[in-house]
Structures are given as structure tokens and as C-alpha cells.
């Protein structure tokens, strides 16, 4: 069974906190995703990464930034969190599509709901 | 870039009857449109995708139906069951390895 998963369901910091969310995959997933996703906006792009120790920015990338330095691990990190941080953090993988074929499935993690004080 | 706008934001139906949540999309090159189900306290997950190539597909109480001339695609759900009960987001993509660009979500309440 395909898995996706992520450090913490819930998380509390304080404005100013460096905070490090952990998403690991076991599907040998070559492109892996942050999103947040706030009510009434949906899910919004952060980052992504298409192959290890690569990352390519999405819509949002401000005041984060992203590590990938094993294939089966991506890690959003908030430099120093504030307030309008406070979201569901949501990561997702998938394969990479065969030549010149449709994108691939993405899975998600159940999601870390981040409160930042 | 691509933006995707999803109707109606809640929606609320009586358990057995039909549901009908509807996407528009900006880019015409856009050629492949997933939905995703996101039940309370998961992550999305896929339910059904349609490619450009098509104009319906269907999986047997889902189906989703696609006009690239009026860019926009729907999804349909018959016989609704209180378990179908969950946010519903549309997406679209250019395809290839280019990333999904979702709508903002649909909250369906099927009432038994």
C-alpha cells in the first residue's frame, strides 16, 4: 500500500521559531510536493522537487524554504514562522511521467495542521 | 499561469439524490483534469481523472464530463451515499511532468 507520510499531525510554535515539517514516501517517487491549504483558497503550490537536492519554486514560496537531500524525503522548513503561517501543510509525491505522457497520480499525507502564536 | 475555479463552494444533498460540482479553466493547452476527494482528516485522494483526448468518463456512481471549448469540466455523483460526504477539489495541468493547479474546493454533505 502506497504511503506518504508526515511528522506531526499537529504543531504549535511561537512567531520567530524555525520550524522543520518531515514528509516521507516509499513509493520511489521521483517528484515530491508542499502545499498549504487554507479555507476557501484550496491547495497553494510552495515548493517542489523533481529529483534529489532539486527544488523549484511554486506559487507561494515566501518565508519558506524546502530541503531534499534523500529521494524519499522532502522537508518544508519555516525560517522564522509567523502568524499568517498558521495552515494545513500538506505533502504529496509521484512518478514521473512516461515520454510524453500525462501527469501521474499524486498521493498525499494526511496533513500537519501548524499553529503559529 | 493556469487558474481553476470550482462551484459551488458548499453543497448539500438528500442521501440517493444526484450532486454536480463544475470547474472552469484558463489555459487552453490544459489537457488533463483529476478530482480529488479529501475526506475529514486525510489527504486528498484521486477519484477519477479525465484527459483532453475525452469528453466523459465515468466509474461507476462518478463520472466527470469535459467541454474544451467552453473550458470548463464537471463531476457528477449519482446515488449519493452519506459516505461521499467529503471536500471535492478539481484540478488541471498542462500535462507531462507540469504541476496541478487546483480549485478551491467543494463541500459535499450528503443528508441521510
Known amino acids: 500500500d502506497v504511503k506518504v507520510t508526515q511528522s506531526s499531525r499537529y504543531l504549535v510554535k511561537r512567531t520567530g521559531e524555525k520550524v522543520f515539517l518531515e514528509c516521507v514516501q516509499d513509493?520511489?517517487?521521483?517528484?515530491m510536493f508542499w502545499y498549504r491549504q487554507d479555507p476557501g483558497l484550496g491547495l497553494r503550490l510552495i515548493y517542489f522537487?523533481?529529483?534529489?537536492?532539486?527544488?523549484e519554486k511554486g506559487d507561494i514560496p515566501e518565508g519558506y524554504s524546502v530541503s531534499r537531500e534523500k529521494k524519499e524525503r522532502f522537508s518544508l522548513i519555516l525560517e522564522s514562522a509567523s502568524t499568517n503561517q498558521t495552515s494545513m501543510y500538506l505533502c504529496?509525491?509521484?512518478?514521473?511521467?512516461?515520454?510524453?505522457?500525462?501527469?501521474?497520480?499524486?498521493?498525499f499525507g494526511p496533513g500537519t495542521r501548524l499553529t503559529v502564536l | 499561469g493556469e487558474n481553476v475555479e470550482q462551484h459551488p463552494s458548499t453543497l448539500s444533498v438528500q442521501e440517493g439524490d444526484s450532486a454536480v460540482i463544475k470547474c472552469t479553466y484558463s489555459?487552453?493547452?490544459?489537457?488533463?483534469f483529476p478530482w480529488y476527494k479529501q475526506e475529514l482528516g486525510k489527504g486528498p485522494q484521486l477519484i477519477i481523472d479525465?484527459?483532453?483526448?475525452?469528453g466523459e468518463k465515468k466509474d461507476q456512481r462518478i463520472a466527470v464530463t469535459l467541454n474544451k471549448t467552453a473550458k470548463h469540466f464537471s463531476l457528477h455523483i449519482t446515488e449519493t451515499q452519506p459516505e461521499d460526504s467529503a471536500v471535492y477539489f478539481c484540478?488541471?495541468?498542462?500535462?507531462?511532468?507540469?504541476?496541478?493547479?487546483f480549485g478551491t474546493g467543494t463541500r459535499l454533505t450528503v443528508i441521510p
Open positions: 504529496a509525491s509521484s512518478g514521473w511521467p512516461a515520454a510524453g505522457g500525462i501527469n501521474n497520480e499524486q498521493f
Open positions: 513509493m520511489d517517487h521521483e517528484n
Open positions: 522537487s523533481y529529483d534529489v537536492k532539486m527544488k
Open positions: 489555459d487552453s493547452a490544459s489537457n488533463y
Open positions: 479525465i484527459r483532453s483526448n475525452v
Open positions: 484540478a488541471a495541468s498542462l500535462g507531462g511532468a507540469n504541476n496541478l493547479f
